[in-house]
């Protein structure tokens, strides 16, 4: 197993220290993607994987074969070492939090499909919500520090300090993990955190740095520069093991189906920053290449209306694809996209021929993928222009850009997926049923997936019949009535000097 840069079309060992690219530049972090040998994984399919399913054993266990900090791992003779980390990581948290890296379930959900008109035996639903801190996010949190505590045990090095620029649930994942492992943790947030939030992170012993006038992020990369700091992050922009760690639970997913012989046809997830679509994707990918999978499941991804990032640059790589001739855009289509679009705009009145394109361009993908590729590392390169959000995004809801979204934007096309955008109304009733489905409270976020698939139906991109999955995730955040830490907290605008964290 090795690293790749898709965009410098270079490759580095699993040892590179570097998170992501080492060339990456000021226009965009070029992410690093692992690439494996199919004979690596392929000797434990499916006997030894069905032997550790069957055993109960967590899936950082299960799937460790695809994992490359177990294969870095495993390269310098520390295979069991692996293992017995991973289990103690689990068993910390679960001692923190009453909860460990546990296997979340799949449930056959047929009286829920009922109501969609859908037939039994063709919605799965995983509920992530019943995951330590109720939220996907552990796995991510969980994969980085496998692999920074493999790095340290092949080196010898010291504990790094992490430093994480999140919103406040985000926090707590990380805060939460960071204490498990006992890795010392900076988190970056903005003024408008509540105080149960910075009570909570703080009695976790993370430092908060609040930061004023939208410097947050500013504030995180000087932090990261001056004092060295390892970032702890949810997106492979940042660092690749945060997919890596997050892939777990998808291969839970996918394997439940494999053994109860029924692939998905179609999933839906819902995107923010898009490191939890970019997981899944990954790990739909892979599981394609093992032949696990005999076809992609189309791969559709939801955002609300107020804010769609994802959608609006799904049709910019989907100009460009078209600029460079990969694909022959239909002439109305094309011409929409030179002009001044709106994607919600778009979705509603070029629905039939922006279906056939997408389906036209899964189709054609293995004949043209060298040219599909070469556009999406001239994308990648220029990541910036195509992944930022727009200037009233950011006035109304802060730095919301997807940034893992290329590589959710790349798996939507070659599945024959799109991207989705649902209004407030079909929110709330999806939230609502997966209420009813889960037995407590999600947040509209984390059963976004579940409206997207009311509208794929309504639009009929996904036919009765079709199994379709969706992933819930994020439980309600609970009050607490803990007291703050006041020497753990700094406030700091974006003029003053990032030294004045230090203790």
Not at 19 to 35: A, N, R, V, W
Request: charged residues 25%; glycine residues 6%.
């Amino acid at each position: 197993m090795r690293l790749y840069c898709p965009v410098c079309d270079k490759e580095y060992p699993l040892e590179t220290e570097s998170p992501y690219c080492p060339e990456s530049t000021d226009k965009g972090l070029h992410p690093l993607i692992k690439q494996e040998e199919r004979g690596e994984l392929e000797r434990v399919f499916p006997t030894i994987l069905t032997k550790r399913w069957n055993d109960g054993k967590i899936s950082f266990s299960v799937f460790r074969e695809f994992s490359a900090s177990y294969q870095l791992a495993a390269a310098h003779g520390k295979a069991s070492w692996w293992v017995e980390k991973a289990v103690a990581l689990s068993d910390a948290c679960e001692q923190l939090t009453g909860r460990g890296l546990v296997r979340t379930p799949v449930i056959q959900a047929d009286e829920l499909a009922e109501t969609l008109d859908l037939p039994p035996a063709t919605l799965f639903v995983k509920n992530e919500s019943q995951q330590m801190m109720g939220s996907h996010k552990i796995r991510h949190f969980a994969g980085e520090i496998m692999h920074l505590e493999t790095l340290r045990e092949i080196t010898g090095t010291e504990k790094k300090t992490l430093a994480c620029f999140c919103n406040g649930t985000t926090a707590v994942c990380a805060a939460s993990v960071a204490k498990a492992a006992e890795y010392p943790l900076y988190v970056f947030l903005s003024e408008k955190v509540p105080d149960e939030i910075l009570a909570l992170l703080t009695n976790l012993d993370a430092n908060v740095v609040v930061a004023e006038n939208g410097s947050a992020e500013k504030l995180y990369n000087d932090a990261l520069k001056k004092f060295e700091w390892a970032p702890f992050s949810l997106y492979a922009r940042d660092i690749w093991s945060a997919t890596e760690g997050a892939e777990t639970f998808q291969y839970e997913f996918l394997f439940h189906q494999y053994l109860e012989n029924a692939p998905l046809d179609a999933e839906i997830v819902q995107v923010g920053g898009g490191g939890f679509a970019n997981a899944v994707a990954a790990a739909n990918a892979l599981f394609k290449r093992l032949s696990i999978l005999r076809v992609l499941p189309r791969f559709y991804a939801c955002q609300p209306e107020e804010s769609y990032p994802l959608s609006q640059s799904y049709f910019k790589v989907l100009r460009e694809l078209g600029r460079h001739s990969v694909i022959t855009l239909p002439p109305e289509l094309a011409m929409l996209l030179e002009g001044d679009f709106d994607a919600k705009d778009l979705m509603e009145t070029n629905l039939g021929q922006i279906k056939m394109t997408a389906s036209l361009l899964s189709d054609m993908y293995p004949k043209v993928k060298e040219g599909f590729d070469a556009v999406f590392a001239f994308i990648g390169a220029n990541r910036n222009d195509y992944f930022t959000p727009t200037a009233q995004e950011l006035k109304d809801f802060g730095n919301d850009a997807a940034y893992d979204g290329l590589e959710v934007v790349k798996n939507m096309m070659i599945s024959g997926g799109l991207p989705i955008i649902a209004d407030n109304a079909e929110l709330e009733k999806a939230n609502a049923a997966a209420t009813d489905l889960t037995g407590s409270p999600l947040p509209l976020t984390g059963s976004a997936g579940l409206a997207g698939l009311k509208i794929l139906l309504k639009k009929k991109l996904v036919m009765p019949g079709e199994r379709c999955g969706v992933i819930l995730t994020g439980a309600v955040y609970r009050p607490n009535n803990l007291s703050m830490v006041p020497d753990k907290v700094f406030v700091l605008t974006d003029k003053d000097d990032i030294s004045k964290i230090r203790k």
